[in-house]
């Protein structure tokens, strides 16, 4: 079962329970205490290479210090995702060594959006004021407590990424958007 009602009932990301790419159950309340960042991936994206790479490198970087990274394929952007959420896991573990979870696929705008992703958005807004999901590879960084704190626009690099990550081991408050 996946979190349902609308997203105003929710006061953190710990408050969702998802699917996995192997459709098991996956509480996000496993994460309190330690920063994740949240992306929407794709296999076929201008964005894949270096979104994953981005990903892979600040995952393997801090994950001793409790980060992870949660990848949720989305096929909502020009049919960029076509394959099953196993078939995107296995993609991603070959071929760029992904070992974060990947997640059960999903819709990240429009009346179908997954309640998480409502909930982000109405957070953080992206360029302009505008709620919606641009494209592949938008992610989003939560704070030790659930709380999103950071929206990047895809293509962000592990350096600006860093620039919010870092302060947050530290308990420091962090907030802004790209």
């Keep these: 079962m996946t979190s349902e009602g609308t997203d105003n009932a929710h006061s953190s990301i710990y408050d969702f329970q998802i699917l996995d790419a192997d459709h098991q159950l996956y509480d ?18 201008g964005y894949t290479k270096g979104g994953y790479e981005t990903a892979t490198t600040l995952y393997n970087k801090y994950k001793g210090q409790g980060f992870t990274v949660l990848a949720f394929p989305c096929n909502q952007f020009a049919g960029q995702e076509p394959g099953t959420a196993l078939e995107v896991k296995e993609f991603a573990c070959t071929q760029f060594k992904a070992d974060f979870p990947i997640m059960a696929k999903i819709d990240v705008n429009g009346d179908k959006a997954h309640p998480l992703y409502s909930y982000l958005k109405r957070c953080l807004t992206g360029s302009a004021g505008v709620q919606a999901i641009k494209w592949n590879f938008t992610s989003f960084l939560i704070d030790r407590h659930g709380v999103p704190v950071a929206r990047f626009s895809p293509g962000a690099s592990v350096e600006e990424i860093e620039m919010q990550l870092l302060p947050l081991f530290e308990g420091e408050v962090v907030s802004g958007s790209s």
């Design 28 to 45: 996000l309340s496993q994460h309190k205490g330690h920063p994740l960042l949240i992306y929407n991936v794709a296999s076929r994206c």
